[in-house]
């Protein structure tokens, strides 16, 4: 199974200063078809995981452009360039080429 | 508007039985890939199990592979994970989730999660 880590485990930002979380693999997450299947989830208290990234970088519908991601074949980054207080919650990256998917152990991220 | 509602959830006893239920609305539900993933109280997301769209292809995660299975009725939207053989280790929220693109095998994608419902396996 490919297995996914993650630091920091926690963060604590003050509104309106940047964040950012890794994302490791153990394996590339390159496919044969070219695209990289990484992705990142945000699940904000007593909520359901919402997906944020998909394919490394491409932002899912309604997510403000605050939230980025970047990398390649086994290390990524997610970025929020300001930090907002709805952005608190846990934060997972997932892996989506090889079965078992697998989910990092989540950054938790609060606000100062 | 994507819709996606579990239910099935409730207190089980170790070795017993259970299905859940996923209703699905607001895409076509035939289209795409399903999946169930878990999330034990307190601890981080489990993948579970995924189903294609047309419902000829599986996969479990080999925790509960042989004891669980994955089906789906495009005639009713509906999504099932049937539990057998329960044990502790699957106390957890269940959340049925929606592949991102439709028709697509080989690579895997969750967008849309439901609310979940939780299993509670205890004597």
């Known amino acids: 199974d490919i297995v996914m880590t993650q630091t920091p485990l926690s963060l604590s930002v003050t509104p309106g200063q940047p964040a950012s979380i890794s994302c490791k693999s153990s394996?590339?997450?390159?496919?044969?078809?070219?695209?990289?299947?990484l992705y990142w989830y945000l699940q904000k208290p007593g909520q359901s995981p919402q997906l944020l990234i998909y394919e490394v970088s491409s932002r899912f519908s309604g997510v403000p452009d605050r939230f980025s991601g970047s990398g390649s074949g086994t290390d990524f980054t997610l970025k929020i360039s300001r930090v907002e207080a709805e952005d608190v919650g846990v934060y997972y990256c997932m892996q989506g080429i090889h079965l078992p998917l697998t989910f990092g152990p989540g950054t938790k991220v609060d606000i100062k | 508007e994507v819709q996606l509602v579990e239910s099935g959830g409730v207190v089980v006893q170790p070795g017993g039985s259970l299905r859940l239920s996923c209703a699905a609305s607001g895409f076509t539900f035939d289209d795409y890939t399903m999946h169930w993933v878990r999330q034990a109280p307190g601890k981080g997301l489990e993948w579970v199990s995924l189903i294609s769209w047309d419902g000829g292809s599986t996969y479990y995660a080999d925790s509960v592979k042989g004891r669980f299975t994955i089906s789906r009725d495009n005639s009713k939207n509906s999504l099932y994970l049937q539990m057998n053989s329960l044990r502790t280790e699957d106390t957890a929220l269940y959340y049925c989730a929606k592949a991102l693109m439709r028709y697509v095998w080989g690579s895997y994608s969750l967008d849309y999660w439901g609310q979940g419902t939780l299993v509670t396996v205890s004597s």
């Open positions: 394996q590339s997450l390159l496919h044969s078809d070219g695209k990289t299947y």
